[in-house]
T-cell receptor
Framework: KQEVTQIPAALSVPEGENLVLNCSFT??????LQWFRQDPGKGLTSLLL?????REQTSGRLNASLDKSSGRSTLYIAASQPGDSATYLC???????????FGKGTTLSVSS | AAGVIQSPRHLIKEKRETATLKCYPI?????VYWYQQGPGQDPQFLIS???????DKGSIPDRFSAQQFSDYHSELNMSSLELGDSALYFC?????????????FGPGTRLTVL
């Protein structure tokens, strides 16, 4: 059964720092991996989706990498801003591709 | 671009009442998924439908039922509501034949059971 683990559970950094969020998954046979952002009590915003054949994706200050063989992904946020404060969720499909499995998230707080 | 639409956005019910949540997928998407996110929890998969047939089932209580209609919209029916059903309910849609089944999420329906 696929399990997704995110480390750390919470992270506090001053504005301007570069940071890395980590995600690991137990079954490397994934179709893709997705990073979402969620503000408190709000919906899910898709940040980046990495296909299984890709090693990384970039969007603005965000860069996500995928190493399927080791079951790991990282989300790199450059020059963090207070507006980046949110919970970041790592998500992979189940083996059948019929549902998504979410990690428990990393809650990021960026102070000005 | 059109997104997934969920209605209502907020719903308040009493214990033991019934609630119906609706989801309208992105046009031409053939698959709908329902997720439940309790307070402080990560979203948990409930159920999915492909071409109006149930395709997978997760941790959905027997008190809940769902279906997908001919126009591909879906409804989640929740009966005998309990306090623990208070949560954010997300619907997502995808095109099975599309790019790696990427799921697109709606804004969610916040259900509060009093």
């Amino acid at each position: 059964k696929q399990e997704v683990t995110q480390i750390p559970a919470a992270l506090s950094v001053p504005e301007g720092e570069n940071l890395v969020l980590n995600c690991s998954f137990t079954d490397s046979a994934i179709y893709n991996l997705q990073w979402f952002r969620q503000d408190p009590g709000k919906g899910l915003t898709s940040l980046l989706l990495i296909q299984s054949s890709q090693r990384e994706q970039t969007s603005g200050r965000l860069n996500a990498s995928l190493d399927k063989s080791s079951g790991r992904s990282t989300l790199y946020i450059a020059a963090s801003q207070p507006g980046d404060s949110a919970t970041y969720l790592c998500v992979v499909p189940n083996q059948a591709g019929t549902a998504l499995i979410f990690g428990k998230g990393t809650t990021l707080s960026v102070s000005s | 671009a059109a997104g997934v639409i969920q209605s209502p956005r907020h719903l308040i019910k009493e214990k033991r009442e019934t609630a119906t949540l609706k989801c309208y997928p992105i046009p031409r998407h053939d698959t709908v998924y329902w997720y439940q996110q309790g307070p402080g929890q990560d979203p948990q998969f409930l159920i999915s439908f492909y071409e109006k047939m149930q395709s997978d089932k997760g941790s959905i209580p027997d008190r809940f039922s769902a279906q997908q209609f001919s126009d591909y919209h879906s409804e989640l029916n929740m009966s005998s509501l309990e306090l623990g059903d208070s949560a954010l309910y997300f619907c997502a849609s995808s095109l099975i034949a599309g790019t790696y089944n990427e799921q697109f999420f709606g804004p969610g329906t916040r259900l509060t059971v009093l």
